[in-house]
Nanobody, 124 residues
Framework: QVQLVESGGGLVQAGGSLRLSCAAS????????MGWFRQAPGKEREFVAA????????TYADSVKGRFTVSRANAKNTVYLQMNSLKPDDTAVYYC?????????????????WGQGTQVTVSS
């Protein structure tokens, strides 16, 4: 089995930055695409960013492109989400997840393991 644990969330002022971490345990971590999703109260879970197993390819939601950066350190079994220029609309619980094969990077149904989430709150 795979376990994912997010950390790094908190309260930040608009325009500030946070770095989220996702620590993974389990077999063959480095062979999987990893994604970040977020969910605000009363809203659907939405795609944020994803990174290929090698780190060579990344993709971002339009709402965060240019502000967020996803990266990974396979030797540490960890993926990161660097969030800059934060906006109040970024307020949500952020989840990391491991992708299964043959599905879109932006579709939550294409991920089979999920962390517990970490709260990010951006004040105006």
């Amino acid at each position: 089995q795979v376990q994912l644990v997010e950390s790094g969330g908190g309260l930040v002022q608009a325009g500030g930055s946070l770095r989220l971490s996702c620590a993974a345990s389990g077999r063959a971590f480095s062979s999987y695409t990893m994604g970040w999703f977020r969910q605000a109260p009363g809203k659907e879970r939405e795609f944020v960013a994803a990174i290929s197993w090698s780190g060579d390819s990344t993709t971002y939601a339009d709402s965060v492109k240019g502000r967020f950066t996803v990266s990974r350190a396979n030797a540490k079994n960890t993926v990161y989400l660097q969030m800059n220029s934060l906006k109040p609309d970024d307020t949500a619980v952020y989840y990391c997840a491991r992708k299964v094969g043959g599905s879109s990077w932006s579709n939550a149904y294409g991920y089979n393991y999920w962390g517990q989430g970490t709260q990010v709150t951006v004040s105006s």
